[in-house]
Nanobody, 125 residues
Framework: QVQLVESGGGLVQAGGSLRLSCAAS????????MGWFRQAPGKEREFVAG????????RHADSVKGRFTISRDNAKNTVYLQLNSLKPEDTAVYYC??????????????????WGQGTQVTVSS
């Protein structure tokens, strides 16, 4: 089993920044990749960013490219999502996820086996 705990969400004004953290524990040696998704009220959960466990490969959704950056700290088993130039439409619950096997497309929810409880990000205009 892998446990994921997110932190760092909050209320911020448009144009501001936040850094989300996701701490992984348990059988972390099984993790192949990690990702961030978000879900706004009344909308589907959508991919935001993903990173291989080695940290070599990253991918960001077009809607956040140039504003959000995913990274990881191997020593701390923690993945981060830096959110800059926030917009009101970024308001959502942000979820961390971990996949334990190779998958062809890490932007898909099916690639992930474990999920955190989510952290709320609210951007005011």
């Amino acid at each position: 089993q892998v446990q994921l705990v997110e932190s760092g969400g909050g209320l911020v004004q448009a144009g501001g920044s936040l850094r989300l953290s996701c701490a992984a524990s348990g059988r972390t040696f099984r993790i192949y990749a990690m990702g961030w998704f978000r879900q706004a009220p009344g909308k589907e959960r959508e991919f935001v960013a993903g990173i291989s466990w080695s940290g070599v490969n990253t991918r960001h959704a077009d809607s956040v490219k140039g504003r959000f950056t995913i990274s990881r700290d191997n020593a701390k088993n923690t993945v981060y999502l830096q959110l800059n130039s926030l917009k009101p439409e970024d308001t959502a619950v942000y979820y961390c996820a971990a996949g334990v096997a190779y998958y062809s497309d890490y932007s898909e929810r099916a690639a992930y086996d474990y999920w955190g409880q989510g952290t709320q990000v609210t951007v005011s205009s």
